[in-house]
Nanobody, 115 residues
Framework: QVYLRESGGGLVQAGGSLRLSCKAS????????MNWYRQAPGQQRDLVAS???????TYADSVKGRFTISRDNVRRTVWLQMNSLSPDDTAVYYC?????????WGTGALVAVSS
């Protein structure tokens, strides 16, 4: 069974930074792309950033230049460094991967940005 566990969410003032972590188990981590999604209240869940197994990264336009996704295959962990946060970034952030044609999600980490 694949498990994804996020940590690092919290409350931060606008302009501040947070780093989210996602620890994975139950899969050959180094072979899988990893993603961060977010879902604001009343909104759909949107893709924020992705990192392939080889380390290629992509970002949503709304976070380019502010967020950085990275991974450590030995530690089976993916991070999302979030800088210059604004209230618009307030959401529950989810770690995600696809394995054997199935989507797996963590339970989410709440990020709240105050103005």
């Amino acid at each position: 069974q694949v498990y994804l566990r996020e940590s690092g969410g919290g409350l931060v003032q606008a302009g501040g930074s947070l780093r989210l972590s996602c620890k994975a188990s139950g899969l050959n981590f180094s072979l899988h792309a990893m993603n961060w999604y977010r879902q604001a209240p009343g909104q759909q869940r949107d893709l924020v950033a992705s990192i392939t197994s080889s380390g290629t990264t992509t970002y949503a336009d709304s976070v380019k230049g502010r967020f950085t996704i990275s991974r450590d295959n030995v530690r089976r962990t993916v991070w999302l460094q979030m800088n210059s946060l604004s209230p618009d970034d307030t959401a529950v952030y989810y770690c995600n991967t696809n394995s054997r044609a199935m989507n797996f999600w963590g339970t989410g980490a709440l990020v709240a940005v105050s103005s």
